[in-house]
């Protein structure tokens, strides 16, 4: 796919699971991030990325293309690693998220 090209991305039920056992619903005492905080601020660049990059990041497994992840600095947290997995459709599904506050 050349870089001009843009894939869909799907964000799944299991990515948002994760996100909410990782960031509360409400902001934190000290002005932590809430889940709706990281949506609303970060998911816009990652979904970018994915859609847009996808075959130049880096794979979850060597040797496994169809799987990859996006690590990076956060705007509201210090890191972040998602997930991603292209389905069949040509869609990618981005399956999981692991945050460094």
């Known amino acids: 796919m050349s870089g ?3 894939r869909r991305v799907r964000v799944t039920a299991g990515f948002f699971d994760q996100l909410d ?3 509360g619903a409400d902001r934190g005492p000290h002005g932590e991030p809430s889940a709706t905080d ?4 970060e998911l816009p660049a990652i979904i970018d990325r994915f859609a847009e990059g996808f075959d130049d990041l880096p794979e979850i497994e060597p040797g ?8 990076a600095a956060g705007v509201l947290v210090g890191a972040v690693v998602v ?3 292209l389905a069949d459709d040509d869609v990618i599904d981005l399956i999981g998220v692991s945050i460094d506050p």
């Open 4 to 6: 001009a090209e843009r």
């Open 83 to 85: 997930y991603g997995l």
């Open 38 to 41: 990281f949506v609303a601020l």
């Open 64 to 71: 496994v293309g169809s799987a990859r992840m996006l690590i």
């Open 21 to 23: 056992s990782q960031l």
